[in-house]
């Protein structure tokens, strides 16, 4: 977790998506709705991107947008899917990501995630994203990932040192 006024420019790889997601933001604790944003924002992040609508009764995310190279990636495309809902054991994801999301729901922040993708069978692929919540005006109501490709022994604290965050 990250708080939503951090330093951009802490953010690596992804310091222009912050900027530009933090520029949408408006003054004080607003954040950004869907509609603030154009594909050109994403220039170069293009495939690598999800956009996942949060559902309420039960909480859950299901993705309207899942890119083309995380079909690559993961092997699965989850397009209009729900989180996990397609990896070897969609009951693992409700006490990790799943539990994060809501942590988001409730307060939001911006989120740095980094993991194997061993739940989709493919562990010799590690990723690294940023997590950008976005809301129609009561909440989190969407949020925007964009994910890298790292090496397997690469840490968020490494590639991304003196980044402002707390662990969930």
């Avoid at 309207?64 to 495309?77: A, E, H, M, R, Y």
């Avoid at 919540?133 to 490494?158: K, M, N, Q, Y």
């Amino acid at each position: 977790m990250c708080p939503l006024d951090a330093d951009a420019q802490l953010f690596g790889p992804f310091a222009g998506l912050v900027d530009r997601w933090q520029r949408r933001r408006g003054a004080g604790f607003r954040l950004p709705r869907r509609a603030d944003f154009e594909m050109k924002d994403f220039k170069g992040w293009f495939g690598q991107i999800f956009i996942a609508r949060i559902e309420r009764e039960p909480f859950n995310l299901r993705f309207t947008l899942w890119g083309t190279q995380l079909v690559d990636w993961w092997q699965v495309d989850y397009t209009n899917k729900t989180l996990g809902s397609q990896s070897l054991d969609p009951e693992a994801w409700k006490s990790s990501e799943l539990r994060y999301f809501q942590k988001m729901d409730q307060v939001p922040f911006i989120g740095i995630t980094s993991g194997r993708l061993t739940q989709h069978d493919r562990d010799f692929i590690k990723v690294m994203a940023v997590d950008l919540p976005l809301s129609e005006g009561h909440g989190v109501s969407h949020v925007i990932s964009a994910h890298t490709r790292v090496e397997l022994d690469d840490e968020i604290e490494t590639l991304l040192p003196g980044c402002p965050f707390t662990p969930v």
